[in-house]
């Protein structure tokens, strides 16, 4: 299925992005529940999170969606670099309607922080496939904290232990199987550091982790004009 391109303006990347995710979120209302949205980390998408957490309508109910994590960063809980605490404090902070929210469980490591959140997951979802998946793509074409070199994750499993080129090194990450089956993924992308890798994702190179997902679902990237090809 091809990729849909939408493009913004710099200045008006996370209004615009934050505005189309909120009509994929009241779209996804047609679902049954649980309706699972997993979140992506990094520093990309946070403007887009501020400006989300003012869009939210009244069936936003609390029971609506429960919200998690794409990846993690295997820091101390309320570290700066860890995932949890950045969609906390740009995102749940502002969310001004109740909402719930399953960050992966505090593990030793990388492997047992994997194994937990799968099953905290698979409790509480079964086979429930995410409604909404937000990622984002590296300069050198990662996403999730799926990074070129990291063997690719094979069979059913939903998150496993990865490694990432730079601190912090220990990660865990949704599989390539698991962010495939979502209804949705939206792509959010900027800077002009990643308009090579967005050229060879859209002339279809594989080789990339993100590129290698085989999405069952629409995939649509939003993009700023500086990360244009």
Not at 75 to 95: C, G, W
Not at 182 to 210: C, H, I, M, N
Request: proline share 10%; glycine share 8%; hydrophobic share 45%.
């Amino acid at each position: 299925m091809p990729w849909s391109v939408e493009a913004f303006r710099s200045q008006d990347f996370a209004e615009g992005a934050a505005r189309l995710v909120a009509e994929a979120l009241a779209g996804a209302m047609r679902l049954p529940p649980p309706r699972l949205v997993l979140l992506a980390g990094g520093r990309t998408p946070l403007p887009v999170y501020r400006r989300l957490s003012g869009m939210a309508p009244d069936h936003w109910r609390q029971d609506a969606f429960v919200f998690a994590l794409g990846d993690e960063r295997i820091v101390p809980r309320q570290d700066e670099a860890r995932n949890e605490t950045m969609v906390r404090r740009h995102f749940f902070a502002h969310l001004p309607l109740p909402y719930e929210f399953l960050p992966p469980p505090e593990a030793a490591d990388a492997e047992e922080a994997a194994a937990a959140y799968e099953a905290l997951l698979r409790t509480r979802f079964g086979g429930t496939r995410p409604c909404l998946v937000l990622l984002g793509i590296g300069a050198d074409g990662h996403t999730a904290s799926l990074f070129p070199g990291n063997a690719v994750p094979q069979g059913e499993r939903l998150f496993v232990a990865t490694r990432a080129p730079c601190p912090p090194t220990e990660r865990i990450s949704a599989t390539p199987a698991f962010l495939a089956s979502a209804e949705t993924v939206f792509f959010l992308v900027t800077g002009a550091e990643k308009r090579e890798v967005l050229s060879r994702l859209l002339a279809g190179d594989r080789s990339l982790p993100a590129g290698a997902i085989p999405f069952q679902g629409e995939v649509r990237l939003l993009v700023d004009l500086a990360a244009l090809p």
